[in-house]
């Protein structure tokens, strides 16, 4: 599946640090028209909404007319670029979660949408992901879609095979910790040689630092990836490698490994279930979800927002709030498995429902709790650029056998120039 969002979030990172720029959109707002047209525009990128729900909008909403666009490419430039122009922007966009963080230092250009209605609805939604779209001074600058509470995938015909635990409650109580999952990756590549824990060691990290209140710059814009909870992070990551249970997969045999039991578990979000049923549709029954190791982390999830520039904001909102209602969102994950970001969407039964290629189980048991104890974490603009050195150096130790403290000195180093180019303390 050479498009997935798995892939698509892993360039992203690469993209950031070779871009180096976070989204200057330029000047100040500027609006156009009555702010009463009935004519609006949407973008958004494919798999980025429910199809089905935007065509149901459409219909539901039939005193306007909502021209839809799917716009492929690369969606960030192309808004970017429509943003500096009144009559090429849409009055509804979609912001990938990669890159809201960036567009924050530039709220001026979107509509604070607690302004048009939003304030009544927040309670709705959780908290931590509305806080990734808050800029420093309260603007709402993007309304959720969607998001990644992570879990452990994991063979459950593996597992039996390695004397380990296989019932999805057992296997979250008994594997609590990254040390008990470590502790378990032994076992298993000790009973079945040729299959190995993780793909790769950036994996855990990434799931590491989601996990924490902090991450590499903070509030203050001041770098702190050279502190100590990265450089937990770092050391807890590098454990898989020493152990002889890294995969050291970081290339395309990702579905190889998956479909070959090379991989005896996968760390990845709610949607990388699907990533895993297209890879290896040979292997449906044969997986199960547990809680993730030490604690609950969230990797993805886009947002929806108004241009300053829109023509009709009041009623754009309606539209927007009526495609991530509750119900709407729960269709969104039956169609595009976007999981919900308003957690009365959970109990319904489009996430309730056993899922056959899991051997039945009700994953929203695992991904519905981690869901709603996600922490709320400041990301800068900066962020993305500054991660990226790490994830490199992590790279270098499995592909080349660098020290890893010696990479970790580079990663810091290079973090730190990068932070300085991009006006970070």
Request: a neutral charge.
């Amino acid at each position: 599946m050479d498009l997935s969002r798995r892939r698509f979030l892993q360039a992203a990172v690469l993209t950031a640090a070779a871009a180096g720029a976070t989204a200057g959109c330029g000047g100040d707002a500027t609006t156009s028209g009555s702010k009463n047209d009935k004519n609006l525009s949407l973008w958004y990128w494919s798999g980025g909404l429910s199809d089905k729900v935007v065509a149901d909008a459409k219909k539901h909403f039939s005193d306007i007319s909502l021209k839809s666009s799917m716009v492929g490419g690369d969606f960030k430039t192309k808004l970017l670029t429509g943003l500096r122009s009144a009559q090429a922007a849409p009055d509804i966009t979609g912001i990938k979660g990669e890159d809201i963080a960036s567009f924050l230092p530039n709220a001026n250009r979107f509509i604070d949408l607690k302004t048009v209605g939003a304030d009544k609805l927040v309670p709705q939604y959780l908290s931590w992901k509305l806080k990734q779209a808050t800029s420093q001074d309260g603007k709402l600058i993007g309304f959720p879609i969607d998001i990644g509470p992570c879990a452990m995938y994991y063979r459950e015909d593996l597992f039996a095979k390695a004397g380990l635990p296989t019932d999805p409650a057992e296997v979250s109580s008994r594997l609590s910790t990254w040390d008990d999952y470590f502790e378990a990756g032994v076992e298993l590549h000790k009973a079945l040689p040729k299959t190995f824990l993780i793909n790769n060691i950036g994996a855990v990290f990434s799931m590491i630092i989601g996990q924490g209140t902090q991450r590499f710059i903070d509030e203050d814009n001041t770098f702190i990836g050279d502190q100590d909870h990265i450089r937990a992070a770092w050391t807890t990551s590098v454990k898989p490698y020493t152990l002889g249970i890294d995969a050291k997969i970081n290339d395309n045999t990702w579905n190889a490994a998956v479909s070959g039991g090379t991989l005896g578990t996968a760390l990845g979000a709610a949607w990388y279930a699907l990533d895993i049923t297209n890879a290896a549709p040979g292997t449906k029954g044969k997986w199960r979800v547990a809680s993730l190791p030490s604690g609950p982390s969230n990797l993805g999830g886009s947002f929806l927002a108004l241009p300053a520039t829109c023509g009709n904001p009041e009623e754009a909102f309606k539209i927007i709030s009526w495609i991530l209602s509750p119900e709407n969102q729960a269709r969104g994950f039956t169609d595009a498995a976007l999981f919900p970001t308003a957690p009365a969407a959970y109990k319904l039964p489009a996430l309730t429902g056993g899922d056959p290629f899991f051997g039945g189980q009700k994953t929203i048991e695992i991904f519905g709790p981690a869901a709603e104890k996600i922490p709320a974490v400041y990301e800068a603009p900066a962020d993305a650029a500054v991660s990226a050195p790490f994830y490199s150096e992590l790279t270098s130790v499995e592909a080349k056998g660098k020290d890893p403290d010696t990479a970790w000195k580079d990663a810091v180093s290079q973090a730190r120039q990068i932070a300085q180019r991009q006006g970070v303390k």
